[in-house]
């Protein structure tokens, strides 16, 4: 009685035959094919990489949101410099001039103002009328004050009729005309303090030495370029002086449209070239500075993907040539993935038409994950060789061995990644449908086109006869190896839950850059930061906040004051208004009023002889006192109000707040964008945009996801085990040795970070969870399904077979991710530690655990 062949047979004895007889014409067909898939990618719409982390946010999320207005009203909050510096302070100035006409007469489109000065003149002319009445009140006593100590000192018949002391007795008093905290207190831009430099006092420094060694920036600028450049660094051991200047740009677009991005280095890099190629009487240099400097950074990504892709395919290439004991299996192993690539990329130019940062490596992901089917189906073949008489039974048999566990483990996996289509986050959405398709094409692929393949290239090489084990083992001794074994595991993952707890995130992100580029920016770096008034950095991304009214931005600004001198909050550096630049209008008359009291008092010709720094107060008093009107808006330079103008000429509607926080530490930057990324007035919720936000969101959003959505793979992969397995006793076996893989990764990744601080999960390498889980079921899968479809199988044949694929195809996946380990970006790096370590857990628990309770659960009679 004949049985009714199943679908798989059915399949395979019409394929196979097929392409043995026609097997050039089927080669021509897949190539064929193959050029078809290059239109997409190459061509229409082509594939490009797309490395704003926007774009991977929800489109709700209020910092996408606060993006898309910023574009819309004010272009880029970020300033793009481009820093001079040069030992003649006449070049820097000159070179200023010719990039500002550089950048007008060839970056047409693409910038809104720029700024190659700060002029403080209009500072200095009204400094009195930025100060409240307090402290002017406290400018007029001083004066009297002062007149009163004048005339004790040259009319001895002077008498103070309201003191209390004699005047012989009266000791000079030490006059603070102006606190030093004052700029903190009044809220005042770094544009206005330098007009109150003089007046500040300062502490006194503790020694002789210590009064030696300060530097003043500005002391060695010419007077008449003191607004232009910028300062001077402390000289080096040489004694050199250098003077630094800067060119702002308003860009149109932000920092975080890189596209734009890369169009603006491409035309700075012309620039650079332009002017670097000027020959000057003194050395002279230029660089980019703030948030512009380290964009390239996203190019070396792209490059080291490729970079790591090449070094994991030679490193595939020998392991295989390892296994198969010659050049014939890696070609046509690695042939086979390198194919199942191409239509993935074109299913991903056609589906998305970009790559994100995360699914720029789905080309060493395939050729880590989707090896396995090659082998395993390459593996399977040669163990038939012993079997069947002609190379197309071998191939017949071998296809539909695999076809059925072929399926199961790309199913499974599939599931695992598309599970994160649940996710809020963007990247690992787009990663999971790239990621499957990638699986799908790789499995279709040895299914399809391997055979093809080995038919056209003579044959497949011979199995290596070897065995793991002695030959002297029984079965028994072989049980009790992997019992043995399995205990120890059982052990090590009784500790794993100790320390599977302290698996972390990693915040710093300092730890996710390119090792080099700290070192490489240091080194190369023109400050832009050494003529502070204040001295406190400030950094280049502030957040923006915009609003419809400017009364909602005077509110800002008082609730900003509030934070800044009552509260004192430390994370608060600086803020930039309307109101920072224009003090209301009654409060500038009631200042006034006080402003004629001092004139009148310090014209008096007794305070001629005023010593000391008191005769330079008053010097300069006799100055300032001279205004005699309020100001409006239209009073302040041009570049001052383009800092809070928008693209339509208005302005006072938006706002830029400074933070003081470590810049690489995410947690504060988190909290920053929590204090400050939140605004309410009049009933209506202020929009806050910083590029920054977005990283914060980015890591915010991969954080909550990660983690949950690992718990939600771990489900699909046992309901898909249960509905694939059904009898009870086949699918623990199924789970256990999958549960193991993952307590143990977890414990030894815990471990790592309470006693290393080392093995942390990051935005990088979390797109590594979805794929070890993936990967490890499918270890599994491979062994239990073997175990039972052959009744005659030992321990010993199905370590020398099957488990000797499942090695060679999970130490060939963790080769596609050695690359990762030789680049220099630290992000990269951690895919391929995460991956690499996850994977031999794994691998090492699929094993260990399937051979053990194959022999003891579904154990043979």
């Known amino acids: 009685m004949t049985t009714k062949k199943s679908l798989q047979e059915k399949f395979s004895a019409w394929y196979i035959p097929l392409i043995c007889k026609h097997q050039f014409k089927a080669l021509a067909f897949y190539f064929l094919l193959a050029a078809l898939c290059t239109f997409p990618i190459f061509v229409k719409p082509g594939l490009r990489l797309d490395a704003d982390l926007s774009h991977l946010l929800p489109d709700e999320t209020p910092s996408v949101i606060a993006l898309q207005e910023s574009y819309q009203r004010f272009g880029s909050t970020d300033r793009f410099t481009i820093a001079i510096q040069s030992e003649d302070p006449e070049i820097v100035a000159a070179m200023q001039d010719s990039i500002e006409n550089y950048i007008h007469s060839r970056w047409q ?51 103070d009729l309201l003191g209390d002391a004699p005047a012989e007795t009266t000791e000079k008093k030490e006059r603070i005309w102006f606190d030093e905290n004052l700029p903190q ?21 503790g020694s002789a030495q210590d009064q030696k060694d300060e530097w003043h920036p500005k002391a060695p600028v010419p007077a008449h370029l003191k607004s232009r450049l910028i300062g001077c660094p402390h000289p080096d051991s040489t004694g050199k002086i250098l003077f630094n200047g800067v060119v702002n740009a308003k860009l149109i677009k932000p920092s975080t449209d890189y596209e734009f991005v890369t169009h603006i280095l491409a035309r700075t890099d012309s620039l650079l070239q332009h002017f670097n190629g000027k020959t000057f009487a003194v050395p002279t240099r230029f660089t980019v500075d703030g948030t512009y400097e380290g964009l390239k950074e996203v190019d070396e990504v792209a490059n080291d993907s490729i970079f790591s892709f090449g070094i994991s395919l030679v490193l595939i290439i020998l392991l295989t040539s390892y296994f198969f004991r010659g050049i014939k299996g890696p ?11 191409i239509p993935t990329f074109a299913f991903t130019a056609v589906f998305y038409g970009k790559l994100n940062p995360f699914t720029v490596f789905v080309a060493s992901i395939i050729l880590g994950i989707g090896i396995d089917y090659s082998i395993h189906m390459l593996g399977t073949a040669q163990k038939l060789l012993r079997e069947k008489a002609s190379l197309e039974e071998v191939l017949e048999e071998a296809q539909k061995r695999m076809l059925k566990p072929f399926i199961l483990a790309s199913f499974t996996t599939i599931a695992a990644f598309l599970t994160l289509l649940a996710a809020h986050f963007k990247g690992f959405y787009e990663f999971g449908v790239v990621a499957s398709a990638g699986v799908f094409f790789s499995m279709l692929t040895s299914i399809l086109v391997l055979p093809v393949f080995i038919k056209c290239l003579g044959g497949i090489p011979k199995a290596p006869d070897n065995s793991f084990f002695p030959k002297a083992w029984t079965e028994a001794k072989i049980f009790k190896f992997f019992k043995v074994a399995a205990i120890i595991g059982f052990v090590l993952g009784a500790i794993s839950l100790y320390f599977a707890p302290q698996v972390d995130f990693e915040h710093d992100l300092k730890n996710l850059r390119r090792a080099s580029t700290v070192k490489t920016v240091q080194h190369n770096k023109i400050s832009t930061k050494v003529t502070r008034a204040n001295y406190k950095a400030k950094t280049s991304t502030p957040a923006a906040v915009m609003g419809s009214k400017i009364s909602q931005l005077d509110r800002l600004y008082d609730t900003l004051m509030y934070r800044l001198n009552v509260e004192k909050d430390s994370m608060l550096g600086s803020f930039i208004t309307l109101k920072s630049f224009i003090p209301p209008k009654d409060s500038q008359e009631a200042r006034l009023e006080i402003i004629e009291e001092i004139r009148d008092l310090v014209e008096a010709r007794v305070f001629d002889r005023a010593e000391g720094e008191d005769s330079v107060n008053i010097a300069n008093l006799r100055k300032l006192a001279m205004v005699e009107r309020t100001f409006a808006p239209e009073d302040l330079p041009s570049w001052i109000l383009d800092i809070v103008r928008e693209k339509d000429g208005s302005y006072g509607k938006i706002g830029f707040i400074y933070g003081d926080f470590p810049s690489w530490d995410a947690k504060a930057l988190h909290r920053f964008q929590e204090r400050y990324g939140h605004w309410n007035f009049d009933g209506e919720k202020l929009r806050t945009f910083s590029s920054q936000f977005i990283l914060s969101d980015v890591i915010s959003s991969v954080k909550e996801d990660s983690f949950n959505l690992a718990i939600v793979i771990i489900l699909v992969i046992f309901g898909t085990l249960l509905i694939s397995f059904r ?30 601080e080392y093995g942390k999960i990051s935005i990088y390498n979390v797109i590594v969870i979805p794929m070890a889980l993936g990967i490890g079921i ?3 899968i491979h062994l239990v399904t073997a175990w039972n479809s052959d009744k005659t199988m030992t321990l010993r044949r199905l370590m020398d077979t099957t488990a000797r694929n499942v090695m060679a195809s999970s130490l060939t996946t963790i080769a596609g991710f050695v690359g990762f380990l030789f680049t220099t970006h630290k992000g990269l790096k951690g895919i391929g530690d995460l991956a690499c370590m996850s994977i031999f857990i794994f691998l090492i628990a699929s094993v260990t655990f399937s051979m053990f309770l194959c022999g003891k659960i579904l154990k043979k009679e």
């Open 185 to 205: 207190e009044l809220g005042l831009p770094d544009e206005a303090i330098g007009a109150f430099a003089s007046f500040i006092k300062k502490a006194k420094l």
């Open 778 to 780: 499918d270890a599994t």
């Open 331 to 341: 070609i046509l192993v690695t042939a086979s993935v390198l194919y199942a690539c």
């Open 727 to 756: 009898k009870p006793k086949i699918f623990l076996v199924g789970c256990i040795p999958f549960g193991m893989g993952v307590l143990l990764t977890l414990g030894l990744l815990g471990f790592l970070n309470g006693t290393f």
């Open 109 to 159: 489109g693409d910038f809104v103002s720029t700024q190659k000065d700060e002029d403080n003149q209009f500072f200095k002319d009204n400094a009195l009328l930025y100060l409240p009445v307090f402290h002017l009140e406290r400018i007029r006593n001083n004066l009297e004050d002062l007149q009163l100590e004048i005339g004790r000192k040259n009319g001895p018949l002077v008498v």
